[in-house]
Each structure stands twice: as structure tokens, then as C-alpha cells.
């Protein structure tokens, strides 16, 4: 019966005839739509600070050049193994490491950071604020829930408005710019 099925007669699965090339074309486009994903996930940061410095945000802001995507990559990819092995050694530093570097593709995008400077970079803006970032990353996932609770249809409200508000504390921290004191009316 597994044999008709396409299994191996010698303790093989079903999987060991599949055709390789299927394997070999998802493979491909799973890279190709990572890659495409952070050149997108680049735009948005560019995009959100704009808009968190109160300027005109246009659709040329949202497509910025291909030639920074790997040094993006590189970083998102040294982020996540830091976050990663602190995640493995106990969840706690996973979430301190999580915090002090979580800017790091602000420094990329807008200041041309390479990957280890951005990471620097964010460590050294973070410092001190850890506590705080913590609490906006409960709010920012309490924004978001909300958000997919309207049948999704508030994540287009909900995504954009945390993405702005992280990009506000990028722009806080780095000392780029100080948040409007909001006057009575």
C-alpha cells in the first residue's frame, strides 16, 4: 500500500521520492520573499520615522534602493541569533537583548549604519530605558490585538500606529528630535 503511495519498501517515508524540485523551487522563493520582506520591512521604518517627524510621507518613502537590503539582512539576522541565544540561556536576558538592540534597523535605515554599528548604536540609546520599552512593547501587542479583535480590519489602524509610535522612541532616544509637547485646546 505505501509503495503505491510512493514510499521506499525499505523503512523510507512518503517524502523520500518527492521531487527535488519542488524542494529546491519553495526554497528559492522562500528566499526571494525574505529578501523582498525586509526591503519592505526597510521602507516602513523610512516611511514611519517621516511620519514621526511630522513630515510629508509620499510612496517613494515606502521603496527605498536594493543596495542596503543585505547589510539590513545581516543585521536583522545578528539580532535575531543574539536574541536567540539569550532566549536558549533563559528567557529573561533573551528579552533584555531583545530590548537593548530593538532600534537597530532605525540606525540602518536612516543613518546608514552598518549592522555591528546599529546594534551598538541602539545598545547605547536603550540604555537606561529598558523598563519603559518593556512596558511599550505590552502596549504595542495591546494595540495590536485590538486591532485583529475588529476582525482584522483594525490592524490597519493598529500596524501602522505602533510602528509610528516606535519610530517617535527612536527619534527620542537617539536625541534626533524631542516629541511635541501637546498644548490644551
Not at 17 to 42: E, F
Request: charged letters at 10%; glycine letters at 14%; one cysteine or more.
Amino acid at each position: 500500500m505505501l509503495e503505491a503511495a510512493g514510499a521506499c519498501s525499505f523503512g523510507g517515508t512518503i517524502w523520500d521520492r518527492r521531487p527535488r524540485g519542488i524542494v529546491i523551487t519553495a526554497t528559492v522563493l522562500g528566499i526571494v520573499g525574505y529578501i523582498v520582506s525586509m526591503w519592505i520591512r526597510m521602507g516602513i521604518i523610512q516611511g514611519s520615522v517621516k511620519a514621526a517627524r511630522d513630515e510629508d510621507v509620499t510612496m517613494g518613502d515606502f521603496f527605498l534602493r536594493w543596495e542596503n537590503v543585505a547589510r539590513f539582512i545581516l543585521g536583522t539576522l545578528l539580532y535575531g541569533l543574539i536574541v536567540g541565544v539569550g532566549m536558549i540561556l533563559l528567557v529573561v536576558p533573551g528579552i533584555i537583548w531583545g530590548l537593548r538592540y530593538c532600534l537597530y534597523g532605525h540606525y540602518m535605515v536612516t543613518q546608514g549604519a552598518g549592522p555591528i554599528e546599529a546594534l551598538q548604536m541602539s545598545a547605547a540609546a536603550t540604555d537606561g530605558h529598558k523598563g519603559e520599552l518593556f512596558g511599550l512593547c505590552l502596549a504595542s501587542l495591546g494595540v495590536v490585538i485590538l486591532g485583529a479583535l475588529c476582525l482584522g480590519a483594525g490592524l490597519a489602524w493598529a500596524i501602522p500606529t505602533v510602528d509610528i509610535t516606535w519610530s517617535a522612541v527612536f527619534l527620542e532616544l537617539s536625541g534626533q528630535q524631542t516629541l511635541p509637547v501637546l498644548e490644551p485646546a
